[in-house]
């Protein structure tokens, strides 16, 4: 079973995530317009994506394909916008690109241009976000800052992906200094690629642990799982 946060339902941890956005957005004086809630229900069932869905969430954000292909086959509102932010192995690229309307964890040129050719035709293109290594984790996905450039212009010319900005996930136990940093590089690298490249807007950043420092730094998806759906059951192992 789904253990909440202090027993809060769905709805109710929904309001007090989007209470705290909103809160976040105050103190960095920025309209909670800007900031969109992605729900992140990875490994959770659909019935806990139907709940949130009924309450108003419309994002949900996916690490595990198959976890998630249950759920979107099932779901029959058409409203729902799916974001893939898992790692990517490129024998599964046809399906992500034909099943979700966001990805979130692209970092090379290679699977980019599978996605974009795969893209069904009858889709609008894939809107896709450059993930950055902004801690410099040897153990972690993404590209360096220095290398995101590069990425950036090849991305930017395929024909079926939109590419919308960046996102990270940084290292995590750094005090908060640290991690405020972290984020503000991101912001800075946004702002300095939309100059030439003005559909890069989006920064996903900020997740249940660091939701408010992320917003102030200027993220405009924040990707929430355990504050709204609780602590999350082991991921599936094989073939996901
Ligand atoms: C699981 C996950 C989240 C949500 O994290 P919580 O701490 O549960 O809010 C956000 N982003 C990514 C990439 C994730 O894998």
């Known amino acids: 079973m789904t253990s909440f946060p202090s027993q809060q339902t769905i709805p109710e941890a929904l309001i007090r995530t989007q209470q ?9 004086k920025r309209s909670p317009n800007e ?20 309450h108003g969430q419309r ?8 976890d998630a292909l249950n759920k979107i086959e099932h779901c029959s509102h058409d409203d729902i916008e799916w974001h893939f932010i898992g790692a990517i192995q490129s024998n599964k690229t046809k399906t992500i690109a034909a099943q979700f309307d966001w990805v979130h964890t692209l970092d090379r040129q290679k699977i980019a241009q599978r996605l974009s050719q795969h893209r069904p035709p009858h ?21 360096t800052l220095e290398a995101l450039d590069a990425l950036v212009n090849q991305v930017s010319q395929l024909p079926n992906l939109l590419l919308c ?19 503000n590089k991101m912001a800075a690298a946004r702002d300095q690629l939309n100059h030439h490249y003005p559909s890069i807007q989006h920064l996903s950043m900020g ?8 917003i102030a730094c200027g993220s405009t998806m924040v990707r929430i799982g355990t504050d709204i759906f609780g602590s999350r059951n082991p991921a599936p192992t094989p073939k996901s």
């Open 20 to 28: 705290r956005i909103n809160e976040a957005c105050k103190a960095a």
């Open 165 to 183: 900005g960046l996102m990270c996930i940084p290292a995590a136990d750094q005090s908060e200094s640290v991690q405020h940093e972290a984020f």
């Open 59 to 66: 994002h949900f954000g996916e690490n595990y394909l198959q």
């Open 207 to 214: 997740m249940s642990g660091d939701l408010s420092s992320a």
């Open 123 to 143: 889709l609008p293109p894939l809107k896709v976000l450059i993930q950055v290594n902004i801690s410099n984790e040897s153990n972690k996905s993404g590209v």
């Open 35 to 54: 900031v969109t809630l992605m729900a992140v229900s990875k490994t959770k069932p659909l019935s806990d994506v139907m709940a949130a869905y009924d």
